[in-house]
């Protein structure tokens, strides 16, 4: 069974720092990874999708990168901003169609 | 607009009670999911559908029910809710068109007593 792991569990950063947040997986069989953000008491807000096939994927301020064969992938923020402060969540799809999310990393922007 | 809606976004009811939390899009996605998330333990999935009358087991079934028998909704059912199943539960959608990129509702907070 797919396991995917968020680390850190929490963050905090100063304004302008840029971050990295990680992602693994343990069943390199994946079609595609997203990235998301959740703020307090809401939903979800999809930020970057990288298929199976891509290396990586630019957004704005942020990059998300996907190593397969060894498993990771990172979400990169460059100059954070308080409004950046939030959860991330990583989700991959696997065979059949099935989607596995870790715990999220909660970051906070300190202005 | 392009959405996911849920109804109710808060309920809190009683043991056995039957409910049904209800999910539907506008964008025309073949696949819809729903979630439950719980503190430490994530979101993880209950049921899929990849398309109309097409429904498969998640992570998570137990206790639960889906149907599809339009593309556009896709029904949680709780035939008898027990309190185990208090949580924050989602519903999303996507298709192959976008990749599989998911949309998620805003989500319904159930609490069972």
């Known amino acids: 069974k797919q396991e995917v792991t968020q680390i850190p569990a929490a963050l905090s950063v100063p304004e302008g720092e840029n971050l990295v947040l990680n992602c693994s997986f343990t069943?390199?069989?994946?079609?595609?990874l997203q990235w998301f953000r959740q703020d307090p008491g809401k939903g979800l807000t999809s930020l970057l999708l990288i298929q199976s096939s891509q290396r990586e994927q630019t957004s704005g301020r942020l990059n998300a990168s996907l190593d397969k064969s060894s498993g990771r992938s990172t979400l990169y923020i460059a100059a954070s901003q308080p409004g950046d402060s939030a959860t991330y969540l990583c989700?991959?799809?696997?065979?059949?169609?099935?989607?596995?999310f870790g715990t999220g990393t909660s970051l906070t922007v300190i202005p | 607009e392009a959405q996911v809606t849920q109804n109710p976004r808060y309920l809190i009811t009683v043991t056995g009670k039957k409910l049904t939390v209800t999910c539907s899009q506008n964008?025309?996605?073949?696949?819809m999911s729903w979630y439950r998330q719980d503190p430490g333990l994530g979101l993880r999935q209950i049921y899929y559908?990849?398309?109309?009358?097409?429904?498969d087991k998640g992570d998570v079934p137990e206790g639960y029910k889906v149907s599809r028998k339009e593309k556009r909704n896709f029904p949680l059912i709780l035939e008898s809710p027990s309190p185990n199943q208090t949580s924050l539960y989602f519903c999303?959608?996507?298709?192959?068109?976008?990749?599989?990129?998911?949309?998620f509702g805003p989500g319904t907070r159930l609490t069972v007593t």
């Open positions: 559908s990849m398309n109309v009358e097409v429904t």
């Open positions: 069943d390199s069989a994946i079609y595609n």
């Open positions: 964008m025309n996605h073949e696949y």
């Open positions: 989700a991959v799809e696997g065979t059949g169609n099935q989607f596995y």
């Open positions: 999303a959608s996507s298709s192959y068109r976008v990749g599989y990129e998911q949309y």
